[in-house]
């Protein structure tokens, strides 16, 4: 496994260090260990323009265990500043609008205006964006990045470890569609529905972006109905690793997936970018090997595939079963505000806002939950046909 094309293959390192709580001098020490494990010293150098770039989402606090805590944000500064690196700056593309007002509030929130001003580093709220080719693509030759990844000379992406209800786990390449403006996202829904092709437009994205280094915060995990409506899981670990294809591996062994189900890991493993976990790859830090969480809570959302086990002459009525079987995101009328923010996310604009309640039309439904995702109330479930499941 390789996050450089050509030449020798190394041994990919995955660090996991024990982090058992949100105290910064813990959080310090944990993410100080990470950078010496990857030998970041060799990499960073005064100069050079850093962006910090956490996972966002939407507008929540730290303890609702949806967005990077910032004390590993704090932590990743406190290391990149270690090394000399004075030319820093954090930013994301939340979900939503991609506005001056939408960014302030979310930095906020989530805590990263706080760290900005106790660190002296930037914080972005400008709204610019511009297109970047995508060397080696499979499907999606060109992106529109926002304009602090065009300038960064390193981009370290600081993600939180969560299960996500169309990509199965939140991890180090999904964090990096947060680098795409606001509602350009659902445009890419809408290009690449199927999780397969989708899945392939997340590794071009990994390829353009080519993060140096990615640490994600697992001390509080989310499971379940992540990335937004989820349950805390309380792993105290944090992760970190220099191959952001290899990291996924980790965090998908971590939470007991089948690797087959996450689709940029199909994706990596398909281009010959990353192979199973453990192939080619080294666990680091306080541990040897990453063993699956017992019960680690799955998104209701995870796909049925049975059709490929069965013989041949049943697949078709069996995918038919599948499909009418899959999950699909149902509003609960009474908790639903009328926000709009579901509309807003939909890629293929098939909600509509009617007296003040949000109503789906399903005929028009990929299924990619990013309403789900964008509720603030969560008053949107996925919901399975249940008689197909008994
Ligand atoms: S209704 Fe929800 S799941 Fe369906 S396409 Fe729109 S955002 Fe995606
Ligand atoms: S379902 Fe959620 S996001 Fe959609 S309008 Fe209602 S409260 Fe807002």
Redesign the pocket.
């Known amino acids: 496994m390789s996050f450089a094309k050509g030449g020798e293959r190394k041994l990919e390192k995955v660090s996991v260090i024990e982090t058992p709580s949100y105290d910064q001098t813990v959080v310090n020490a944990a993410v100080a260990r990470h950078f010496q494990l990857h030998g970041m010293e060799e990499k960073l150098h005064p100069g050079m323009k850093v962006l910090v770039k956490p996972n966002l989402l939407l507008k929540r606090r730290p303890e609702e265990f949806t967005t990077t805590h910032p004390t590993v944000v704090e932590a990743v500064i406190e290391a990149l500043k270690g090394y000399g690196v004075t030319d820093i700056v954090i930013a994301d593309s939340p979900g939503g609008l991609y506005t001056r007002v939408q960014l302030a509030a979310i930095y906020r929130a989530s805590g990263m205006e706080d760290v900005a001003r106790r660190q002296g580093v930037a914080l972005n709220l400008e709204t610019g964006s511009g297109e970047v080719s995508a060397p080696g693509a499979r499907c999606c030759a060109r992106f529109t990045l926002i304009d602090p990844v065009r300038r960064a000379d390193m981009v370290v992406s600081v993600g939180k470890v969560k299960t996500h209800g169309m990509t199965g786990l939140s991890g180090g390449v999904k964090n990096l569609f947060g680098c795409i403006p606001g509602l350009m996202k659902p445009e890419l829904?809408c290009q690449f529905p199927e999780k397969g092709s989708f899945g392939h437009m997340l590794v071009d994205l990994c390829e353009c972006v080519r993060p140096g280094f990615t640490v994600m915060d697992g001390v509080e995990a989310m499971e379940g109905d992540g990335p937004s409506g989820g349950t805390m899981r309380r792993v105290g670990l944090t992760f970190a690793a220099e191959n952001p294809y290899a990291l996924d591996l980790g965090l998908c062994r971590l939470m007991g997936l089948d690797e087959s189900s996450v689709p940029t890991i199909a994706a990596a493993k398909e281009r010959g970018l990353s192979g199973g976990y453990g192939e080619g790859m080294e666990i680091v830090g306080d541990f040897t090997d990453i063993a699956p969480i017992p019960g680690y809570q799955k998104p209701r959302s995870a796909s049925v595939d049975f059709s490929a086990h069965v013989p041949r002459m049943f697949r078709r009525p069996v995918a038919w079963l599948e499909k009418k079987a899959s999950p699909?995101?149902v509003i609960r009328r009474q908790g639903c505000i009328g926000c709009g923010k579901?509309a807003e996310?939909?890629?293929?604009k098939?909600?509509a806002i009617v007296e003040k309640k949000a109503r789906?039309d399903y005929s028009?439904?990929?299924?990619?939950?990013?309403?789900?995702e964008m509720c603030p109330v969560k008053t949107i479930d996925i919901k399975r046909n249940l008689i197909l499941h008994r």
């Open positions: 829904h699909k995101p579901c996310s939909c890629p293929q098939t909600i789906i028009r439904c990929i299924k990619c939950f990013c309403c789900h």
